[in-house]
């Protein structure tokens, strides 16, 4: 059998990563694709190792990023992999849920723990109320700013319950891997909007141009309207 290496990448290979306790996949590099541009001030709700943090960094060197999670020993990895990459990330040992700050960001950008069951060796934060945590992160948008977040198809309605009364200009963008029917679901608004919602088709999970050559999704949905 074949060891694994000890340090991986993503983007290809344009952020690495120690192998570690939550090993950051495609869900990362999709989300951070996600996040809309010219934005400085960045909160990443459950930072874990930091996967989705790093590559939004990759994209936008320039951001100021500040991460928050309850897990010591996850936010310690995520200070190894921001060394190894040479980026520097506030990091706070908390809860996104009853965190007490009057801080806001220009962006609050969440992976958020929507599996069910029991929790995994890595120790995230399982089994969490999707409609805290979304309120929780909606809380820290500044006025104007962003929200953005990646889930489970089965769990988009416990997000956007909490979106509606707060934002608009929502884009939604489903992924599908084998089934028929979307695994994952990218959803972006603005606090304070009244701009309406926009469906986009579908993308494949296993897109090279987002996971390997480090498009974001705008640039990806320009280039298939122009096709």
């Not at 999709?30 to 809309?36: D, I, R, S, V, Y």
Request: hydrophobic share 40%; aromatic share 6%.
């Amino acid at each position: 059998m074949t060891q694994k290496q000890a340090v991986f990448g993503l983007m290809g290979k344009r952020v690495m990563f120690n192998r570690g306790r939550y090993n950051p996949t495609s869900d990362a590099v999709w989300l951070a694709a996600f996040a809309p541009g010219g934005v400085k001030s960045v909160l990443d709700a459950g930072i874990g190792t930091g996967g989705v943090a790093l590559c939004l960094m990759a994209h936008n060197p320039d951001v100021t990023v500040t991460g928050i999670d309850i897990s010591q020993n996850m936010l310690a990895e995520c200070a190894e992999n921001a060394r190894l990459n040479a980026r520097a990330i506030n990091l706070i040992n908390n809860d996104i849920i009853t965190w007490k700050t009057d801080q806001t960001f220009d962006l609050v950008i969440t992976n958020p723990p929507y599996f069910k069951g029991t929790p995994a060796i890595h120790n995230a934060h399982h089994n969490a109320d999707l409609t805290q945590w979304t309120t929780g992160c909606l809380r820290r948008v500044r006025p104007g700013g962003w929200f953005c977040t990646i889930v489970d198809a089965a769990t988009v309605s416990e997000v956007i319950s909490k979106m509606h009364p707060r934002c608009g200009d929502i884009t939604i963008v489903p992924l599908f891997g084998a089934k028929n029917t979307a695994e994952r679901v990218l959803i972006r608004a603005r606090a304070g909007s009244h701009g309406p919602t926009v469906l986009h088709r579908g993308l494949a999970m296993n897109c090279d141009a987002v996971l390997r050559d480090g498009l974001t999704i705008d640039q990806l949905l320009t280039t298939l309207n122009t096709l």
